[in-house]
């Protein structure tokens, strides 16, 4: 029965999110499609079936039930024009039964900023920081042993300058199935579904999009392997993205990473890399990753995260 009402969820939902309109600039909150991990990054953003640990919170809540005990992650991306994101999750497996929770805060925000009028070019004595705040509750739990479905609340909060705010509720849902073969997985995720975001007299939804994808081992060694993912992206403002991502792992301490984005008119090509070791009874892991976007220039991301 739950089964049953999770396709159904998945499918009107689908059935949304593909019967909308492309119209570029016609959504808002558009910090919400920036990538928030450096694995993700330089992997393209292939990523809705690769994902594991505390970042899934964001990427795929349904991943969430796959963590053994806690989870922490961390990301800071350096974005364009001196303006900064960051990320930071939390998610803990209570058991089986009960499931897996998770935090996550998501943050976009400028440098401080002096308020400038024609008659005070120099300025008024007043400064004001620009900035947009998600903050979520995820919850994930096995439908299977090897699907497990998830599901996130998240607020949003924009402010621009004084009294220019606004706020809305967005909710993701998601699932992800796992296979022992080549570690074959497939996940799919309906993101940002929720109310409008009004500025003085203008409302726009937020960016909801349906994300598909699979990924699959390429090449198993006893020492080192090739992990290939692909994703198709349907937005509710543009046209269909595909993503594709690699990774090739030594000895699982020693990661390289490479990504490409198809039928994006701004983001290319990505890579990055990162190291995990074992660090007091944790495994620690830091991550790296540079996104070329074209004439804008590029985006460098640095990650940490601990798995207990």
């Avoid at 919170?57 to 969430?64: D, F, G, T, V």
């Avoid at 929770?101 to 976009?108: G, N």
């Amino acid at each position: 029965m739950l089964q049953r009402i999770v396709l159904i969820l998945l499918l009107s939902m689908l059935v949304t999110a593909y019967g909308q309109y492309e119209r570029p600039g016609s959504t808002d909150a558009q910090f919400l499609k920036i990538e928030t991990s450096p694995r993700a990054a330089a992997m393209g953003g292939a990523y809705i079936s690769v994902v594991e640990g505390a970042e899934a919170a964001y990427y795929n809540p349904a991943a969430l039930a796959w963590i053994p005990r806690m989870d922490l992650a961390f990301t800071h991306t350096e974005w364009f024009a001196d303006i900064r994101h960051d990320y930071v999750a939390g998610a803990y497996t209570v058991n089986d039964l009960v499931g897996t929770f998770a935090v996550s805060i998501t943050a976009l925000y400028t440098d401080e900023m002096f308020v400038t009028t024609p008659l005070q070019p120099d300025g008024t004595g007043e400064s004001f920081y620009a900035g947009n705040y998600r903050i979520g509750l995820a919850y994930s739990r096995f439908l299977t042993d090897r699907v497990s479905i998830g599901g996130s609340i998240n607020t949003i909060h924009l402010s621009l300058y004084s009294d220019f705010t606004a706020s809305a509720v967005t909710a993701d849902i998601a699932v992800l199935y796992r296979t022992d073969y080549r570690g074959f997985r497939f996940g799919m995720k309906i993101a940002n579904f929720g109310s409008e975001i009004k500025f003085v007299n203008e409302s726009y939804p937020p960016p909801t999009n349906f994300t598909f994808g699979m990924s699959m081992n390429a090449l198993q060694l006893p020492n080192q392997q090739l992990l290939v993912s692909v994703n198709a992206i349907k937005p509710n403002d543009g046209v269909p993205i595909g993503l594709l991502g690699m990774e090739w792992a030594l000895k699982e301490l020693l990661f390289l990473r490479g990504g490409y984005n198809l039928n994006h008119e701004i983001a290319k090509f990505t890579f990055g890399g990162g190291i995990q070791v074992p660090v007091v009874g944790s495994q620690a892991r830091f991550d790296y990753s540079y996104s070329d976007y074209s004439l804008l220039g590029g985006a460098h991301r640095v990650g940490i995260g601990l798995s207990f």
